[in-house]
Structures are given as structure tokens and as C-alpha cells.
């Protein structure tokens, strides 16, 4: 019988324990403000990995103008810290810092050219997530917007 490789390490990381909240699939309604008057429908699902090493989010929305991704939350146990890796459809692949205390979990990168981030607020059944993004040094402005409601 064949050992399976790094196995041993597939187990919780005790340090996502606050990401616990998210676990489960959710039907998303948003806005976005450089496309006025749309709401944008999709889905997102948030799952335990290698046994609970890491966190996936997988987001799809349905219209065309928002792309859908995936990421994957860890933490650095030295530094006490978390960071997302970000990739979606169009190839956009990015990594955000992550901060999560109470019921408010927010993701922001910060390069120059392009800087977002990202606050939500958890509930049981409901998120709530408020996005803006500058560019350019620019004054901060509306991104997307989303709700998440547990299915």
C-alpha cells in the first residue's frame, strides 16, 4: 500500500478557525457602480481544503462584466497573519492581505496602480460586502458590491 504524499499535514489549521462562519454555499446579488442599473446574480461557495490546511472561495456570477474566480486563504503562523490568493477568468491572478476580527473580515492589496479592497460583514446566513478601489493614487471609489445569502 502506498502512503499518500503529505498526508500528514492534511489537518485544520487553527488559525482559520475565525474563517469557521463562511463554510457553506451562498446565492450572491450585487451592483457595481461602473455598470448602473444592473444587479448581478451568481453563486459563491466557501470550502475547507487539504483536510482544513487552507480556505477556497469559488465565485461565479452569471452576467459577463464580472468575472468569476477562485482564491485560497492561509495564514503565516510567525507573522500572525492571512493572505488570499486571487485568479480568475480573465487570467487576473492577485494576493491581498487578509485581516478577520469579530464578525468583519476585509482583503485589500495595495499597488499603486490599482489599489482595492474589500469589507464584509458575517451573519449566519447573510454577508455583506462593500468594495472600493483607486486607481493611480486617485481618491478611493465604489467597486463591486455583493450580498451573499446562505443557501
Not at 485544520?12 to 457553506?24: R, T
Request: charged share 30%; net charge negative.
Amino acid at each position: 500500500m502506498t502512503k499518500r504524499i503529505g498526508g500528514e499535514a492534511r489537518k485544520p489549521n487553527a488559525a482559520l478557525k475565525p474563517f469557521d462562519p463562511l463554510i457553506g454555499e451562498w446565492r450572491t446579488t450585487g451592483t457595481h457602480p461602473l455598470v448602473p442599473g444592473k444587479t448581478f446574480h451568481g453563486r459563491a461557495s466557501f470550502s475547507w481544503i487539504e483536510g482544513g490546511a487552507f480556505l477556497i472561495l469559488r465565485s461565479e456570477i452569471d452576467e459577463p462584466e464580472i468575472p468569476s474566480g477562485t482564491a485560497i486563504f492561509g495564514s503565516d503562523d510567525a507573522e500572525g497573519t492571512f493572505s488570499m490568493l486571487y485568479f480568475d477568468e480573465r487570467g487576473v491572478s492577485r494576493r491581498y492581505g487578509v485581516n478577520i476580527s469579530g464578525n468583519v473580515m476585509t482583503w485589500s492589496r495595495d499597488d499603486p496602480k490599482f489599489r482595492q479592497r474589500m469589507t464584509l460583514t458575517i451573519d449566519a446566513d447573510k454577508i455583506v460586502s462593500r468594495g472600493e478601489m483607486s486607481r493611480e493614487g486617485k481618491p478611493w471609489e465604489g467597486d463591486l458590491e455583493l450580498t451573499y445569502e446562505r443557501i
